[in-house]
């Protein structure tokens, strides 16, 4: 994959988490700008996701813990566990909202 590809399909994601916030149905803040994205929950603890374009990958920094996602058989794909990006971020910011959500990419 090339940069332009790499940024397009980031891009893409960053944006499909925003609208699938904003889907959900619970009250959570975001916020994004320059290839960085933070979802603030009630209870003061925040969700980080940012662009690292020399890797091409996505990172995504919880309350307990830091992912890095490499685009992979049309899919984002956690390098560290190998779970499938939706599926991660719906587990995480379910217990950071203390909630269950699930969120999709539409």
Same mark, same amino acid.
């Given at each position: ?5 790499? !940024? ?33 929950? @009630? !209870? ?22 830091? =992912? =890095?996602?490499?685009?992979? =058989?049309?899919?984002?794909?956690? @390098? ?27």
């Amino acid at each position: 994959m090339n940069d332009s590809q790499y !940024n397009l399909l980031a891009d893409e994601l960053l944006l499909a988490v925003e609208e699938a916030i904003e889907d959900c149905g619970v009250d959570i803040d975001y916020e994004g700008a320059s290839g960085l994205l933070t979802l603030a929950f @009630k !209870n003061n603890t925040k969700i980080i996701l940012n662009k690292q374009a020399p890797l091409q990958e996505v990172w995504v920094a919880t309350k307990y813990n830091g =992912h =890095h996602f490499a685009f992979a =058989h049309a899919q984002w794909i956690d @390098k560290r566990g190998g779970d499938e990006f939706w599926q991660f971020l719906s587990t995480a910011v379910s217990k950071q909202a203390e909630t269950e959500i699930t969120l999709l990419a539409e």
